[in-house]
C-alpha cells in the first residue's frame, strides 16, 4: 500500500471539500477556494471531518496515483489555509527588484529592464530592493512563477550572482589563476 496514499487528509475548521462526478474536487477555505480535475480511477470520499483516497486495484499506475492524488488534494487544503510563498534573493552589484501595481521590474545586468506581470492568483511581494516573495494559494502557480523570476538570471558558479532561492545553496567554483 502507498504509505501517503492511505493517511486521511483532515479537513480543518472552516475549509469545506466537495467532490463533483469526474472527480472534480472543490475546496473552500479562508484564502479562497481551488479546483482541479484528479484521476477518475481514484475513489475520494469525505469522512466526517476527513477526506480519504482509496485505489481499485494494485497496477503500478494505479499505485502512482494513489499518493500523487492524496498530496494534491492535501496541497489544496493547506493552500485555502495557510497559502504557499517562495522567497526569491537578488545578488550581484547593481542587480534590484521593484514593484509597481502588479507588475515586477527586475534589473539584472541587463540593457534593459526585465517586466514580469503577476499571474493569476498569485501575488509578488519585493522586500528592501533585492528579495522577492511569490504568495499564493496554489502550489503549482506558485512555483511555477518563482521558478520564471529565477529564469531570467540563475545564479552563476563564481560570483554567485543572480537570482537563487532563500533556501538554496549554490556551489562555489575556484576562478582562472594567473601565470607565475
Same mark, same amino acid.
Given at each position: 500500500?502507498?504509505?501517503?496514499? &492511505?493517511?486521511?487528509?483532515?479537513?480543518?475548521?472552516?475549509?469545506?471539500?466537495?467532490?463533483?462526478?469526474?472527480?472534480?474536487?472543490?475546496? @473552500?477555505?479562508?484564502?479562497?477556494?481551488?479546483?482541479?480535475?484528479?484521476?477518475?480511477?481514484?475513489?475520494?470520499?469525505? #469522512? +466526517?471531518?476527513?477526506?480519504?483516497?482509496?485505489?481499485?486495484?494494485?497496477?503500478?499506475?494505479?499505485?502512482?496515483?494513489? +499518493?500523487?492524488? &492524496?498530496?494534491?488534494?492535501?496541497?489544496?487544503?493547506?493552500?485555502?489555509?495557510?497559502?504557499?510563498? %517562495?522567497?526569491?534573493?537578488?545578488?550581484?552589484?547593481?542587480?534590484?527588484?521593484?514593484?509597481?501595481?502588479? %507588475?515586477?521590474?527586475?534589473?539584472?545586468?541587463?540593457?534593459?529592464?526585465?517586466?514580469?506581470?503577476?499571474?493569476?492568483?498569485?501575488?509578488?511581494?519585493? #522586500?528592501?530592493?533585492?528579495?522577492?516573495?511569490?504568495?499564493?494559494?496554489?502550489?503549482?502557480?506558485? +512555483?511555477?512563477?518563482?521558478?520564471?523570476?529565477?529564469?531570467?538570471?540563475?545564479?552563476?558558479?563564481?560570483?554567485? @550572482? +543572480?537570482?537563487?532561492?532563500?533556501?538554496?545553496?549554490?556551489?562555489?567554483?575556484?576562478? @582562472?589563476?594567473?601565470? @607565475?
Amino acid at each position: 500500500m502507498s504509505r501517503i496514499g &492511505r493517511m486521511p487528509i483532515a479537513i480543518p475548521a472552516g475549509v469545506t471539500v466537495e467532490v463533483a462526478e469526474n472527480n472534480k474536487v472543490t475546496v @473552500k477555505g479562508p484564502k479562497g477556494t481551488l479546483e482541479r480535475v484528479l484521476p477518475t480511477e481514484m475513489e475520494i470520499k469525505v #469522512e +466526517g471531518a476527513e477526506v480519504v483516497v482509496s485505489r481499485p486495484n494494485d497496477l503500478k499506475r494505479m499505485k502512482s496515483l494513489h +499518493g500523487l492524488t &492524496r498530496t494534491l488534494i492535501n496541497n489544496m487544503v493547506v493552500g485555502v489555509t495557510a497559502g504557499y510563498e %517562495k522567497k526569491l534573493e537578488v545578488n550581484g552589484v547593481g542587480y534590484r527588484a521593484a514593484k509597481a501595481g502588479k %507588475k515586477l521590474t527586475l534589473n539584472l545586468g541587463f540593457s534593459h529592464p526585465v517586466e514580469m506581470e503577476d499571474p493569476e492568483g498569485v501575488e509578488t511581494v519585493v #522586500e528592501g530592493q533585492n528579495v522577492i516573495i511569490v504568495k499564493g494559494i496554489d502550489k503549482e502557480k506558485v +512555483g511555477q512563477f518563482a521558478a520564471e523570476i529565477r529564469d531570467k538570471r540563475r545564479p552563476e558558479p563564481y560570483k554567485g @550572482k +543572480g537570482i537563487k532561492y532563500a533556501d538554496e545553496t549554490i556551489r562555489r567554483k575556484v576562478g @582562472k589563476t594567473g601565470k @607565475k
